[in-house]
């Protein structure tokens, strides 16, 4: 009779699943998993990114600048000199503040020779650039 007032037996099995520290681990879980991405997502480099307009939206005006190998500048197909292309640039931002500006260059013209002129364009307030790329060709 001694043992009637004890309920639990060492050979009765436990029944119930205490689910509280379950639920304690993925919480805590979930908000370091929040915490990270929010300083992930903070140190990923920001782009500006071309939008498409939409019907009836106005294109923003672009100017085409070729550097040949010779160092040669064109705007827009045409020669011109370093001086001549701040100017004309320089009146074309006055009409367009959002005017933007192609560059392509010659495969062999300097590194240098290309940051120059993109300085070039961007002193003269430019509101943005591309450079003009050829895609790699697949070797067979």
Not at 42 to 51: E, F, G, K, N
Not at 76 to 95: K, S
């Amino acid at each position: 009779m001694a043992s009637m007032g004890n309920s639990f037996d060492d050979e009765d099995l436990i029944s119930g699943i205490n689910v509280t520290p379950l639920v304690d681990v993925a919480l805590v879980l979930l908000i370091i998993f929040i915490a990270t991405s929010a300083i992930l997502v903070r140190a990923a480099i920001q782009v500006d990114l071309p939008s498409v307009a939409t019907a009836g939206e106005a294109l923003p005006s672009t100017v085409s600048i070729v550097l040949d190998r010779d160092r040669n500048l064109f705007l827009n197909g045409e020669p011109i000199t370093r001086a001549q292309l701040r100017a004309a640039v320089g009146a074309e931002v006055a009409d367009d503040p959002q005017l933007r500006a192609l560059i392509a260059a010659d495969s062999s013209v300097h590194y240098g020779a290309v940051m120059e002129l993109i300085d070039l364009v961007r002193q003269v307030g430019v509101a943005g650039f591309s450079l003009n790329v050829e895609p790699a060709r697949e070797e067979e």
